[in-house]
């Protein structure tokens, strides 16, 4: 398929890592992807992923997302991005071995956050790399931050930002379920898949959590679909799928039907 405004994909952690293994790549996930994203031929393409059993342990050891507090810190930082750096180089690799021209953009390299959110932002890398074919590729990053001196910026929040600042067409968002649940569907076995929502029945339906069954003890779905919510309300189609289950990426990147949660604008 080819557009003009950008497609942006986002591969979340738990999909290309094992969570509950520290450091540990889902290997045969990462190849099946690249050679969907390959298959489906999809440009302009931008990629996010997320870093799942990469970034999060190191970043809580060192409490990272906390902020500059002292000195001790300062390796797990580094140590947090250069995971990322790993676990990116193991995504553009499948990718390049599928004649994709991925490229690699760190996050941290061109933007800054205030208190955790993006407040610098130097879209002009990422603009030639798409102007010239390039898919560039980034991820959930530790980042500078102008009040906390630090903090981990996450591969949703770029995606929200990305695709506002490029037009994007739509966004793809790859999870381990099958999109946005009444509650988590690990948990849950009566939580039931919400197929179509629109920005403000999200916001509602957000407003409930707490008492109501509509619960996130990870913080990843909720926080996801907050992030989400920006985007959609300027109209970028928001599409959420299981991009463990064969063919959905390839799928929904070629617009055909997938079994997932869209979200609206309204
Ligand atoms: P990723 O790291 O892939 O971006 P997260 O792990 O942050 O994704 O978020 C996805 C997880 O959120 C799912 O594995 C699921 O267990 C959990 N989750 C919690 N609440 C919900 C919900 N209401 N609907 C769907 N998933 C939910």
Known sequence: MRCSSPTVLKIGGSVITFKDRALTPNLPAIERLAREISESQVSPLIIVHGGGSFGHPIAAEYKIADGFRESGQRVGFSKTHNAMVSLNSLVIEALLNNGLPAFSIAPSSFI???SGRIHYLCMDVLGQA????????LYGDAVFDYSYGFTILSGDQIVSRLAVELN??????????????????????????ITKVTVSELKDLLSRIGGSSFTDVTGGMV???????????????????NALKPNNVYRALK??????TRIIKG
Request: charged share 25%; hydrophobic share 50%.
């Open 168 to 193: 994007a067409s739509r966004i793809i968002v790859g999870v381990d379920v099958d999109g946005l649940y009444t509650s988590d569907p690990k948990m849950d076995p009566h939580a039931q898949l």
């Open 112 to 114: 800054v956050t205030r």
């Open 223 to 241: 926080k996801k679909v907050i992030e989400l919510m920006v985007p959609a309300s300027a109209g970028i189609e928001v599409l959420i799928i």
């Open 130 to 137: 798409i102007k010239l074919g390039f898919i560039p590729v």
């Open 255 to 260: 617009g055909e039907e997938v079994v997932g």
